[in-house]
């Protein structure tokens, strides 16, 4: 299995809802990240995850909370979001943190907040 | 939503030419590149990548060149398909992240 895998495919939620983003990979990689891409922009990181621990947080606001449950499983948390917060948001793994390996992306999740 | 305004710089080719995407870096320091596709609704997808050791490396249909003197980085793409149409990203490995390049998208046309 070379994928990583994202549900849901679409979102639409309002300013007052909470939902979670999962995000799956079954390659035995070690490190798993979260970006936000806006349209005709490049992916942005916001988290990175290493052995199950929060590596990196590009102060990204409150509202968004990561969770890895296991090496295999990462979660986003969204809680009173903004419409600007619509956006694709991409799940990527990589064996581990550095040592010039390439990261593999999900086919992400489309986000729209009214 | 859409920002009005904004476009990504754009290569046209015709079918069965070659195609040479270009992008600069910032890091002196960055020691791994990759480039990436990332055709319509879906996630980035790997293309080829290069260290920086090195200043060529050929895969099926594209070879990556590195110039770390003026920190340029290129894919070319050989008889371009309709199907390698999409948007291609550089991306530079810097301290356990990847900064990516703005992105050019890439118009195969018959």
């Known amino acids: 299995d070379t994928e990583v895998t994202q549900t849901p495919k679409h979102l639409v939620m309002g300013m007052t809802n909470k939902k979670s983003l999962k995000c799956e990979q079954h390659m035995g990689h070690r490190a798993m990240y979260w970006y936000k891409q806006k349209a005709k922009k490049p992916p942005e990181l916001m988290f990175v995850y290493s052995y199950e621990k929060l590596s990196i947080n590009e102060s990204v606001p409150s509202r968004f909370s990561p969770e890895c449950p296991n090496s295999s499983l990462l979660n986003l948390h969204l809680h009173a979001l903004q419409p600007e917060d619509s956006a694709l948001y991409l799940c990527?793994?990589?064996?581990?943190?550095?040592?010039?390996?390439?990261?593999?992306f999900g086919p992400g999740t489309r986000l729209l907040v009214l | 939503g859409e920002s009005v305004g904004l476009h990504l710089p754009t290569l046209s080719v015709q079918e069965g030419d070659n195609s040479i995407i270009n992008c600069a870096y910032s890091n002196s320091a960055s020691d791994y590149f990759i480039w990436y596709k990332q055709e319509s609704g879906k996630g980035p997808q790997f293309i080829i990548d290069i260290r920086s050791n090195m200043d060529k490396r050929q895969g099926q249909r594209v070879t990556v060149l590195l110039n770390k003197t003026v920190k340029h980085l290129s894919l070319q793409i050989a008889a371009t398909q309709p199907g390698d149409s999409a948007v291609y990203f550089c991306a530079e490995d810097n301290t356990d992240k990847l900064i990516f390049g703005t992105g050019t998208r890439l118009q195969v046309f018959p």
């Open positions: 990527a793994s990589s064996p581990r943190l550095g040592g010039s390996k390439s990261q593999y």
